[in-house]
């Protein structure tokens, strides 16, 4: 089994940043993916970035240029720096933890962006 905790969500204006944490415990394994996918009212869930143990990331293009996903492997935790938030970024963030056919995810954490 893998656990992951997410925190960092919130309220935020047009414009502005926030950053998500995903801390990481159980059985893992030492080569994995994790990712951050979201999903809005109405919406199904869908990829927003993900990063490989060798450091390989993929983004969604829409925030491309704006997000940025980060791991650090000695606390077990991978990070989304969001910035330039705006409102169609309003969802629920949940993490992601992969190895081929096994996925864990997060409880997901609310981020809404409005004025």
């Known amino acids: 089994q893998v656990q992951l905790v997410e925190s960092g969500g919130g309220l935020v204006q047009p414009g502005g940043s926030l950053r998500l944490s995903c801390a990481v415990s159980?059985?893992?394994?030492?080569?994995?993916?994790m990712g951050w996918y979201r999903q809005a009212p109405g919406k199904q869930r869908g990829l927003v970035a993900r990063i490989s143990t060798g450091g390989t990331t993929n983004y969604a293009d829409s925030v491309k240029g704006r997000f940025a996903i980060s791991r650090d492997a000695a606390e077990n935790t991978v990070y989304l720096q969001m910035n330039s938030l705006q409102p169609e970024d309003t969802a629920v963030y949940y993490c992601?933890?992969?190895?081929?056919?096994?996925?864990?995810w997060g409880q997901g954490t609310q981020v809404t962006v409005s004025s």
């Open positions: 992601n933890w992969n190895l081929g056919d096994i996925n864990y």
């Open positions: 159980g059985n893992i394994f030492s080569v994995y993916t």
